[in-house]
């Protein structure tokens, strides 16, 4: 059984860092394209940011691009979300999630495997 656990959320101001993680167990880590999609109260899931299975290619929403970096250690199978420069808009549930390769994809409904979710809060 697949299991996703998220980690690293917190509260911030406006204008720092955190680094979120993401563990996979219960399936070959490296065999999956990874996403990060994010959750604001009463607003829809919206992609953030994802990396394929090497780590070679990725792709980010365009409001965080610049401030946000994907990574992945597929060694750990373990996959990453630094955030810099996070802003109050950013505050939101970010769930990591896998799907099957070999596409990126940033619709939420591609992946197949979900996080709990980790909450993050900007404050002003």
């Known amino acids: 059984q697949v299991q996703l656990v998220e980690s690293g959320g917190g509260l911030v101001q406006a204008g720092g860092s955190l680094r979120l993680s993401c563990a996979v167990s219960?399936?070959?880590?490296?065999?999956?394209?990874m996403g990060w999609f994010r959750q604001a109260p009463g607003k829809e899931r919206e992609f953030v940011a994802a990396?394929?299975?090497?780590?070679?290619?990725?792709d980010y929403a365009d409001s965080v691009k610049g401030r946000f970096t994907i990574s992945r250690d597929n060694a750990k199978s373990t996959g990453y979300l630094q955030m810099n420069s996070l802003k109050p808009e950013d505050t939101a549930v970010y769930y990591c999630?896998?799907?099957?390769?070999?596409?990126?994809?940033?619709?939420?409904?591609?992946?197949?495997?979900w996080g709990q979710g980790t909450q993050v809060t900007v404050s002003s």
């Open positions: 999630a896998l799907r099957r390769p070999p596409y990126i994809r940033t619709s939420a409904i591609q992946y197949d495997y």
């Open positions: 219960g399936r070959t880590f490296s065999n999956y394209v």
């Open positions: 990396i394929n299975m090497n780590g070679a290619s990725t």
